[in-house]
């Protein structure tokens, strides 16, 4: 069993920076990647930022340059670095991880933690 619970999300104002957190336990291995999704109010979920067991990263081209992803292997966590943080980065985010399994990929969910952005 997995578990990902995620930290760090609050109210900002545009501009300012946030620093979310999602520490993963329970019985992990043979993950292929960690990353973070975002889903605004009547929107599809999206990729934000990814990385992968091997160090690539992958960012949406809406938080390019706003936006780092980072992981800690020793605390199994993962944090999204915000920056110049815009109205429109207003979403729940959610921490997901893969991992691969004999029966393909499976991927884990934590709960979510909202962002708003917001004069």
């Known amino acids: 069993q997995v578990q990902l619970v995620e930290s760090g999300g609050g109210l900002v104002q545009p501009g300012g920076s946030l620093r979310l957190s999602c520490a993963a336990s329970?019985?992990?291995?043979?993950?292929?990647?960690m990353g973070w999704y975002r889903q605004a109010r009547g929107k599809q979920r999206e990729l934000v930022a990814q990385?992968?067991?091997?160090?690539?990263?992958n960012y949406a081209d809406s938080v390019k340059g706003r936006f780092t992803i980072s992981r800690d292997n020793a605390k199994m966590t993962v944090y999204l670095q915000m920056n110049s943080l815009k109205p429109e980065d207003t979403a729940v985010y959610y921490c997901?991880?893969?991992?691969?399994?004999?029966?393909?990929?499976?991927?884990?969910w934590g709960r979510g933690t909202q962002v708003t952005v917001s004069s």
């Open positions: 997901n991880l893969e991992r691969r399994t004999g029966w393909g990929p499976v991927a884990y």
């Open positions: 329970g019985t992990i291995s043979s993950i292929n990647a």
């Open positions: 990385i992968t067991s091997g160090g690539t990263t």
